[in-house]
Every structure is written in C-alpha cells, then in structure tokens.
T-cell receptor, first 110, second 115 residues
Framework: TQLLEQSPQFLSIQEGENLTVYCNSS?????LQWYRQEPGEGPVLLVT?????EVKKLKRLTFQFGDARKDSSLHITAAQPGDTGLYLC??????????FGAGTRLTVKP | GAVVSQHPSRVICKSGTSVKIECRSL??????MFWYRQFPKQSLMLMAT?????????EQGVEKDKFLINHASLTLSTLTVTSAHPEDSSFYIC???????????FGSGTRLTVV
C-alpha cells in the first residue's frame, strides 16, 4: 500500500475550470512537497510546506498542509492547457526519507 | 538554483550487458542522492539511498547486486544495472538535496530499454 494516497489518479477538465488534488496519509510528515513532471523528464519542485495549517500560493496554484501534517491539497484556479502534466506529492518523514504519492495525471482541454 | 545533471538520457542495450547511469550535482555538494525507478504512468519508486563514502541503502525488494550504486564524491553518484534484462527497462531518475533548503532537485531521468 502507498504511504501517501493521492487522488484523483486521473483528471480531465476544460480550460477555465477549477480543480483540487488531495494527498492523504496516516503518517505525520516533517515536510511535504508537490512536484510536476512532464513526460520523459524528472519532477520539478513546485512548493514545500512545513508548518501544519500552512497555505502557500504560486500564481493560480494554492497549496495547503493539514493541521496535523498528515495531508495536503493542491488547488488550481482557472486551469489552462499549460497546466497539463503529472502532479506528485511527496512526504518527508525524517531526514532523507521521502516517499511519493501515486500521482495525479491532469489534462486540461482548450 | 541547484542543478542535477543525469546521463545518459536514453540508452538501449542488449540483454545481459551492463549499463551505467551518472548523476552529478553541478553547483552544490550532495552528501545523499536518491535513485528512483518509474514505470509508465506510475509514480516514482525509491530504489536506494546513496551516501557519499559509504554503502548505499536499498529498499526492500531491490537487488543490491543487480543495481550497483557508487557515491565516490560529493557531486557524483552512479547506478549500474548489471546483466540487464528486458524487465529492467524503465525510467530511472536520481535526486539530491543541497541540504540548505527543503525539497529535492531531480535529474532529467534516463530511459533504459533492454532488448
């Protein structure tokens, strides 16, 4: 079983719609990261959240870390075709122990 | 920002041969590097943690004699797939942390095809 449960696994929406991706676990993380990966390339870090309840915004992307530091969400407002890609959450439990969720494959149709 | 260079980006080899993949941190020292494997449409699965100057730590189910990891310097880690077989065909990605901030920098990945 995955340490981090990420949902939904697949998401296909129209340009302009909003969406939320969830990352849940029964484990507490010292930090949680969100990555975006394009086909044939390595993941690129979008954000790191460290404090329970923390909210970070990156243009149209809003990231939230749960109060108990066990879960996180990524919300995209007014999605654009350029947002299409694989979004991965990754939790770090202690130094150098980082595990990935299964990923959410997002497709934004023009 | 931190950059991790991974080579080669693609490699095709014959079954039974060995392939070496290099991962270099270009502008920072990486005491720890991580090696992942990713199958199509799946997430990254940690294979092993590479520590400079010491033996790598392998995840359960990963054959250490098949996937040889060497981390001889603070800027270079290598993964050698020995006696490769078609089922070893996959996307291999390394990552490293500079230790100065949270988050990890990934290499661009290596697409290995064993024929």
């Amino acid at each position: 079983t995955q340490l981090l449960e990420q949902s939904p696994q697949f998401l296909s929406i129209q340009e302009g719609e909003n969406l939320t991706v969830y990352c849940n676990s029964s484990s507490v993380f010292s930090s949680l990261q969100w990555y975006r990966q394009e086909p044939g390339e390595g993941p690129v870090l979008l954000v790191t959240v460290v404090t329970g309840g923390e909210v970070k915004k990156l243009k149209r992307l809003t990231f939230q870390f749960g109060d108990a530091r066990k879960d996180s969400s990524l919300h995209i407002t007014a999605a654009q075709p350029g947002d299409t890609g694989l979004y991965l959450c990754a939790g770090e439990r202690n130094n150098n122990d980082m595990r990935f969720g299964a990923g959410t494959r997002l497709t934004v149709k023009p | 920002g931190a950059v991790v260079s991974q080579h080669p980006s693609r490699v095709i080899c014959k079954s039974g041969t060995s392939v070496k993949i290099e991962c270099r941190s270009l502008d920072f020292q990486a005491t720890t590097m991580f090696w992942y494997r990713q199958f199509p449409k799946q997430s990254l699965m940690l294979m092993a943690t590479s520590n400079e100057g010491s033996k790598a730590t392998y995840e359960q189910g990963v054959e250490k004699d098949k996937f040889l990891i060497n981390h001889a310097s603070l800027t270079l880690s290598t993964l050698t797939v020995t006696s490769a077989h078609p089922e070893d065909s996959s996307f291999y990605i390394c990552s490293a942390s500079s230790g100065q901030h949270y988050g990890y920098t990934f290499g661009s990945g290596t697409r290995l095809t064993v024929v």
